[in-house]
């Protein structure tokens, strides 16, 4: 019996020990807190300003479709002045479209060369991966591209493009690189 009323003794002196901390935990500090709200609370509201208003978005029409491309290297004037002494140049718009016409010349790939029953073949690739066979005379690109001469590791292409001036025509080299080179 002893013992027991021993360990009640102690374990009630841990408790009386222990409430002086915890009464010291019941004011965790909110008063603080209270104040700042309070002092939020007495201010007067004030006016939201209202949403500002915004300008319907306007779609920009692309007129200048017989132009030359903003993205193409620009003619030099020497060349021009050259090639403006040549007849009226113009392209064949009765001429059948070829399918590597539908593509842009920077978008087509020179990946290599064959030559199959004596005449000499250049291999392009398209955009979406498909490989073509031309040669001298065929036409490639938008602008009316035609190939002129082809080498192991090039095709020399001449272009049909708007000069700028209304109905001019202006011829203009490309190249086509082996890709890889």
């Known amino acids: ?6 360990t009640t003794l102690v374990r009630l ?3 009386v020990a ?8 019941a004011d965790s500090g909110l008063s603080d807190l209270d104040a700042f709200m309070e002092e939020k609370r007495v201010r007067p509201g004030g006016v939201i300003e209202p949403i500002p208003t915004f300008r319907a978005y306007e779609a920009f029409a692309y ?12 003619v030099d004037i020497r060349q021009l002045a050259a090639l403006s002494s040549r007849a009226a140049l113009s392209p ?3 001429r059948t479209k070829e399918y590597l016409e539908r593509f842009t010349l920077d978008s087509l790939m020179m990946v290599g060369s064959l030559e199959r029953s004596g005449q ?18 065929h036409f490639l690109g938008r602008d009316h591209g ?14 049909i493009v708007p000069d700028g001036t209304e109905g001019g ?3 203009r080299p490309r190249t086509i690189e082996l890709s890889g080179m």
């Open 92 to 94: 064949d718009s009765n």
């Open 13 to 15: 002196a841990g408790v």
């Open 120 to 137: 000499d073949w250049t291999l392009i690739q398209d955009p979406d991966g498909g490989i073509h066979r031309v040669q001298v005379n």
């Open 1 to 6: 019996m002893v013992c027991r009323a021993t």
């Open 18 to 25: 222990l409430l002086p901390w915890l009464a010291s935990c």
């Open 146 to 159: 035609r190939v002129v001469e082809m080498g192991a590791t090039f095709v020399a292409v001449i272009e």
């Open 63 to 74: 007129a200048a479709t017989t132009s030359r491309s903003p993205f193409d290297r620009p």
């Open 169 to 171: 025509w202006v011829e």
